[in-house]
C-alpha cells in the first residue's frame, strides 16, 4: 500500500470511528460509561497500525522535547477533535486539566498518566489541595478516560517514542481556560494558553 492509499485508507477509518464517537455522545452524554465506550472505539482504530506509520507521524527531530500534534479529523466548531500525537522520551507535563472530555489511547510507546484528586472545594481560584489517587500507564491495549474535570500529568517512559491517538470533546486549540496544578505548592495557574502550537497536517 503507497503513501496515498495509506491516507485515503486512515481518513475513510478515522471518519467512520469519529461518527460512532458522535453517537455514543449523543445516546449517552458526557460520562465514565460514554468514556469508556469511545475508549473503546479509539482501541480499535489505534490497532489498526499501518494505518499511523511512524514516517507519516514523526516525533520532534534529533530526540527534541515537545511533541508534534497532527490534526486528523475535527468536526465544526471545533468539536469531537482527534490527533496524534507523537514524543520521545523523556517528556514530561505539570498536573492540568482539560475543561472538556479527552480519551487518550496508543498506536506505539508507552506514555505514563498519573492522576490527582482534588481535595479542596475550589472556592480560592489561585490556591488548590491535589494528591496522587493512581498511575496508569498508556500503551497498546490501555487507554484513559478524562472528564472535563479530572487532573493528570504525563510522562514518556520506555526507550522508543510514542504515537498516540487524543481525541477531545473540544479542539486544544479552543481551550483557554485550562487549568496547572502543583502538588508540592498548592499553586494553581493558567496552563498552555500561550505556547498551544498549530496543529499540523498528517504527512504523505
Known amino acids: ?9 486512515r481518513a475513510a477509518a478515522v471518519a467512520s470511528a469519529v461518527d460512532r464517537i458522535r453517537a455514543i455522545e449523543a ?36 530526540g527534541e522535547k515537545g511533541s508534534n500534534r497532527y490534526l486528523l479529523q475535527e468536526d465544526q466548531g471545533g468539536r469531537f477533535a ?5 514524543l520521545n522520551p523523556g517528556n514530561e507535563t505539570k498536573p492540568h486539566d482539560h475543561t472538556t472530555w479527552a480519551v487518550v489511547v496508543a498506536v506505539d510507546g508507552q506514555e505514563l498518566n498519573r492522576v490527582y484528586d482534588r481535595l479542596d472545594d475550589g472556592t480560592d481560584p489561585a490556591r488548590c489541595d491535589v494528591r496522587l489517587r ?24 520506555g526507550a522508543r517514542p510514542t504515537r498516540h491517538l487524543h481525541m477531545y470533546g473540544l479542539a486544544l486549540e479552543r481551550l483557554d481556560d485550562r ?9 494553581v495557574v493558567p496552563y498552555n494558553r500561550n505556547f498551544m502550537k498549530p496543529t499540523e497536517a498528517a504527512k504523505a
Not at 28 to 49: K, S, W
Not at 179 to 187: I, Q
Open 134 to 157: 493512581e498511575e496508569v500507564m498508556v500503551e497498546p491495549g490501555t487507554g484513559i478516560c478524562l472528564m472535563p474535570e479530572d487532573i493528570h500529568s504525563i510522562h514518556t517512559t
Open 1 to 9: 500500500m503507497n503513501a496515498t492509499d495509506i491516507s485515503a485508507a
Open 82 to 86: 482527534l490527533y496524534m500525537n507523537a
Open 27 to 62: 445516546g449517552q452524554g458526557v460520562t465514565r460509561p460514554a468514556l469508556a465506550a469511545i475508549r473503546d472505539e479509539l482501541y480499535r482504530l489505534a490497532a489498526q497500525e499501518h494505518l499511523f506509520p511512524s514516517a507519516h507521524f514523526p516525533p520532534p527531530p534529533n
Open 179 to 187: 487549568k496547572a496544578y502543583d502538588p508540592a505548592t498548592g499553586t
